[in-house]
């Protein structure tokens, strides 16, 4: 059993757009609520109705989303998102020229979509750990934002660094009032594909991070986990992982 505390929950509002660092979310059988609960689609003839993803439009990532902050400071999102162009023009998800918008700044026809759990996985919470994005640094000698593996927690552990590689069975972690759990479809360590190549806002791809993963951790980065009791997490709650460590 290893224990620590949530050094930092991340929340995107909008697939394959920056997103926000929060205070608390609410874990629940969505993931977290709020996360990727809204895309871009493609509406291209040969590819309409597909989501847009950074690995086909990499300038995605020079947009951001972010919820309109609470009065009661409440971790669900109390409403559709702000979207805030490369030069920081702000735009409500509902104005009707935000569509057009998009379609200059991507060269392509697109649509909006809302709908919870557009995970590329479901509706799951993406974990990721500080000793191994540490041990990733040092690996790579150079630093390595988390914001390039867009995790939804972001724990600090008395674990070693790739702990998470060891674990075999079911891993469960209590973090503040919610449990999460490799449990169901597609959980487990993070297969990674392009994404973290870039840079969190776009400008520059880094191959050999990829490479590096691909070569020396099996392609993997942090764990793909559901929610088993929802609660509210925040930052700074203590955290407990456990799980059986392969041989």
């Not at 060269?107 to 759990?117: C, Q, Y």
């Not at 191994?132 to 008395?158: I, K, Q, T, W, Y």
């Not at 674990?159 to 469960?172: C, L, N, R, Y």
Request: aromatic share 8%.
């Amino acid at each position: 059993m290893y224990r620590g505390r949530i050094g930092g929950l991340y929340r995107w509002p909008v697939k394959s757009l920056r997103g926000e660092r929060v205070a608390a979310a609410l874990l629940d059988a969505r993931g977290m609520a709020g996360d990727r609960a809204y895309a871009l689609v493609d509406e291209r003839p040969e590819r309409a109705g597909t989501r847009l993803t950074v690995r086909q439009i990499p300038r995605m990532l020079n947009w951001e989303a972010a919820y309109p902050a609470t009065c009661d400071g409440s971790p669900e999102p109390p409403g559709p998102p702000v979207l805030y162009s490369a030069s920081g023009a702000a735009w409500a998800w509902d104005d009707p020229d935000l569509p057009g918008a998009l379609a200059d700044a991507f060269e392509m026809p697109m649509s909006l979509r809302a709908a919870d759990g557009q995970q590329d996985r479901g509706p799951t919470v993406l974990v990721t750990f500080e000793a191994s994005l540490r041990a990733l640094a040092l690996e790579m000698g150079a630093p390595v934002e988390v914001e390039r593996f867009r995790p939804n927690l972001h724990l600090e552990l008395d674990a070693p660094a790739f702990a998470e590689e060891s674990f075999g069975g079911e891993v469960t972690i209590a973090a503040g009032g919610a449990v999460l759990g490799t449990t169901g479809p597609h959980t487990g360590p993070c297969v990674r594909c392009a994404v973290p190549s870039w840079d969190p806002y776009g400008r520059e791809r880094w191959p050999e991070l990829q490479k590096h993963l691909i070569t020396g951790h099996d392609n993997t980065f942090g764990l793909i986990m559901r929610v088993v009791t929802p609660g509210i997490v925040r930052a700074g709650d203590p955290v407990t992982v456990s799980g059986a460590v392969s041989p």
